[in-house]
């Protein structure tokens, strides 16, 4: 280990810090995955780019699933599983929809509408103590969703109905990640998310079935590595770090997400945009400092 690591105290550093920085390296993988899921949704319809992300994943898992031992996937949990499986896959069926049929920082912006439903799911589920000065600078980084989304007078369309639905769907999933972190192995709680996924959606995928090249087959490559790493992220943030206290870590996919639609998409930035996600930026920072009961 290189010497300037020897020097750094890590059991003094607080969880949640850690955790922090753990989720911080899924905001990054995460959008390298739906950046790709972009490009490549140009060639293949969401399902399907589902489904070959999910058998990709399952593929690059289960060699560390024999390395560690069989013994790994043994479970009691079949129930909170199941419900992780059921929100987790909806959800990311919904989420490449929407990435597929909008902007990149606009989707974005609606997915993660998610902390608003975390905290007080995690108030509920998991019986935190979420502080009512956490909840109100909740509440305004919400208002600030708003600006970034600017609706017109004919509301939501279809795929920002989908992205706002993904965004229910990863909140709940999210609950049962930390809940199930407690107690399951993180290789395989990902190697039963990538199989259920891939099962779930394999004939969906079949009738709408395209061919692809060589291009499109190492997208679904990035898309699945980045994706995967991306879900080991989150797993150790909520292993280690308070979901009430972490999750806003995510709203920094916002700005991450217009500043790749600028560069690669050529999306434009409006004023009320980068009002929305200073505010976002802004609250956020403020309750990942706030202790839980403050």
């Known amino acids: 280990m290189p010497k300037i690591f020897q020097k750094i105290n890590f059991s003094a550093i607080h969880p949640n810090i ?98 608003l439903f975390t905290i007080p799911l995690a108030a509920l589920m998991l019986k935190e103590n979420v502080g009512w000065k956490r909840g109100v600078a909740t509440l305004i980084g919400f208002i600030g969703i708003v600006m970034v989304l600017n609706p017109g007078p004919m509301g939501l369309s279809f795929p920002e109905t989908a992205a706002l639905g993904a965004s229910f769907m990863l909140a709940v999933t999210y609950i049962y990640i930390q809940k199930l972190s407690r107690t399951e192995n993180h290789l395989a709680m990902l190697l039963y998310f990538g199989l259920a996924c891939s099962l779930m959606t394999a004939y969906p995928a079949y009738c709408q079935w395209t061919s692809f090249g060589l291009r499109t087959g190492i997208c679904l490559l990035i898309i699945a590595g980045t994706a995967t790493a991306a879900q080991y992220c989150v797993i150790r943030a909520y292993q280690i770090g308070k979901a009430t206290v972490i999750s806003p870590i995510d709203y920094l996919q916002i700005p991450l997400s217009a500043f790749i639609g600028w560069c690669f998409f050529h999306e434009t930035l409006s004023l009320h945009f980068i009002a929305g996600v200073i505010i976002i930026i802004a609250t956020s920072v403020y309750i990942l400092k706030r202790r839980a009961g403050d």
């Open 18 to 115: 850690i955790g922090a920085v753990w989720l911080l390296g899924s905001v990054l993988f995460f959008q390298i995955s739906y950046s790709t899921v972009k490009f490549t949704g140009e060639q293949l319809g969401s399902v399907q780019i589902v489904f070959l992300r999910s058998l990709l994943q399952s593929a690059i898992i289960l060699p560390f699933i024999i390395k560690a031992g069989c013994s790994v996937m043994k479970t009691t949990h079949y129930k909170d599983y199941a419900c992780r499986l059921i929100f987790g896959v909806t959800n990311i069926v919904l989420t490449f929809y929407a990435y597929t049929h909008m902007h990149l920082a606009t989707a974005t912006a609606i997915v993660f509408t998610r902390p």
